[in-house]
RNA sequence: GCGGAUGUAGCUCAGCUGGUUAGAGCGCUGGAUUGUGGCUCCGGAGGCCGUGGGUUCGAACCCCAUCAUUCGCCCCA
């Protein structure tokens, strides 16, 4: 029989217990912002048929990267790759109960079947949050105000990420007036933007050249290199300036930098793949060149619930990635020390394992995370175990002091040891799971 | 899906132009130490050299295939 392997499967991850105290910290850090804000979480399955993305996502991310089968029921069924087509479905299902705005968020895991590498696997987390039922930029605002907020909840610093912003809707003015492109040439022209920093100037050059009609060409490239020379949205050549789209943007860099965000930039050449958003979409990247991968993602997709046979309902929301989120904070030195949950490590000194699980239990009892060593061996090897399990106290426990009630307990890294009454005990334990509470 | 790199002990890696029984450090484990860890000293376990073929008198080393890991492209969190 050939040897089982230990490897997880492929582009998925095992999480040992000091792997999910990483990914819980990171989870719960998301939770507590977005409740903050007054947003609810929601769950939905991790199935879906696969309708629910043919009419939207479209493109790749269905065809070609989505865990796709046939159940025992001749039903084609999709292992989710994303949240917005699912948290559309749920919103269009109670649309008429629901309160709005709504405001909804998840913690959930994904599959897409691609190709692992840096800060891209195959199954990943993402904390998802949406918006419905706000038309106005006051959205979007809110959004990304908590966008900044959870990159400050984890210590970062406004230089170490950027928040990019473009406008579908000025995008679509920008290839069909400004540039004169029809649609299939404004698709192109779009994609060949979003490659734009992954490419050379001169390769850039040629394959903008090859997207325009003969006669427009060199005009074109001129046009092109006027938007790209422009540092500031001032500096946008004036047929832009004057659209209605732009404006817009200008409206929400003003109520951003008023609500001390200032992390934002506005960048021309930000697509984003989806096919649902339509019109602001923004981007937080690392400044640290070396994750260059977007940390997370958003816009709004007004058109997505209204798939579902009703009133469409205008939406924003975006979408945190736990793979590159862990990256960035290790590259800025964001992780804080996490500890195990258990506070208490008794060790048993002869043969008073009985009482010691006793007073074991007495612990427990007032809320102490206690565990007890049940094996019988040498007091260096109890000890051994407790440090390896990195278990802040020690608790001897023998005949002595069982007897005595006089309990030495061992501060493992400070090593130090009290002797100490029960009561005492409690709170000398309860004081140091404040003291760690504060520290995150 | 396309291109590049790498697979030797649990981990990080040595291993000469192919030449006997395969090496180190760390880790693990037992002891020195019968009620106190981290330091020190002594012992021990653990490898079909990723897997399958091929070349050769002989392969960890050369060739082919395959799998896995990793970097980039595509795409995206």
Known sequence: MAMLSTQPYKGARDFYPEDLRVQTYLFNTWR??????????????????????AAKSGTELVNDESYLFVDRGNRQVVIRPEMTPSVSRLVAGRRQE???PARLYSVANFMRYQRPQHGRLREFWQLNVDIFGVPT????????TMADEIMKAFGATDKMYAIKINSRSLVNFMMAEYLELDVVQS???MKLFDRKDKITPAEFRDQAAEIFDQPKVSQGLKKIAALFAAKTMGDLPKQIIDSNAIKQVQTLFTLLREHGVKSVMFDIGLMRGLDYYTDIVFEVFDTNPENSRSLF???????????????????????????TFRDFLQTHKLLPRLHTTTEVYVVV???????????????????????????GRKVDKQIKTAVKKDIPFILFLGKKEL????????????????HLSFARLVTTIKDYRHAQEDVI
Request: hydrophobic residues 35%; charged residues 25%.
């Open 32 to 53: 507590t912002v977005a409740e903050r804000y007054g947003y609810e979480e929601y769950m939905t399955p991790m199935l879906e048929p696969l309708d629910i993305y």
């Open 98 to 100: 629901l309160a709005y």
């Open 137 to 144: 930029i006051d959205a979007e605002v809110e959004l990304i």
């Open 187 to 189: 698709q192109l022209m």
């Open 297 to 323: 993602g958003g816009g709004r997709y007004d058109g997505l619930v209204g798939l579902f046979g009703v009133e469409p309902i205008p939406t924003v929301g975006y979408a945190i990635g736990d793979v």
């Open 349 to 375: 000194l002869g043969d008073s394992l009985k009482g010691a699980q006793k007073l074991a239990q007495r612990l427990r009892g007032e809320g102490v995370n206690v565990e007890v060593d049940i094996t």
């Open 403 to 418: 007897d005595e009630e006089n309990y030495t307990l061992k501060d493992v890294a400070g090593e130090k040891e009290h």
